[in-house]
């Protein structure tokens, strides 16, 4: 069993920092990871994955340069550096991961799924 573990939410200013960090335990093959986000009143969307073939990194464009996702194989963490954040990516942050070696931008490729944490950003 896969289990998910995110830390690093919290409250920001528009235009600050925050790095959101993901461990998987429970599974020694490497997974590719993801980042999702649900704003309040909207559908959960994606924002950022990171394959475990290449490494290769690929962003929502509503993030695309501020964001940066980065990952350890070997380790199977995550992390999600957010900079120049603006009031508008104020939501709940949940990494995902799978066995899949190469996922894209759909919820339904991804099998594991962490709690969640909340990113507040204010004016």
């Known amino acids: 069993q896969v289990q998910l573990v995110e830390s690093g939410g919290g409250s920001v200013q528009n235009g600050g920092s925050l790095r959101l960090s993901c461990a998987a335990s429970g599974r020694p093959s490497r997974l590719s990871m993801g980042w999702f986000r649900q704003r309040p009143g909207r559908e959960r969307e994606f924002v950022a994955r990171?394959?475990?073939?290449?490494?290769?990194?690929f962003y929502a464009e509503s993030v695309r340069g501020r964001f940066i996702i980065s990952g350890d194989n070997d380790e199977n963490t995550s992390v999600l550096q957010m900079n120049s954040l603006k009031p508008e990516d104020t939501a709940v942050y949940y990494c995902a991961a799978t066995d899949s070696v190469a996922p894209m931008t759909f919820e339904w490729q991804y099998d594991y799924w962490g709690q969640g944490t909340q990113v507040t950003v204010s004016y």
């Open positions: 990171i394959r475990s073939v290449d490494g290769n990194q």
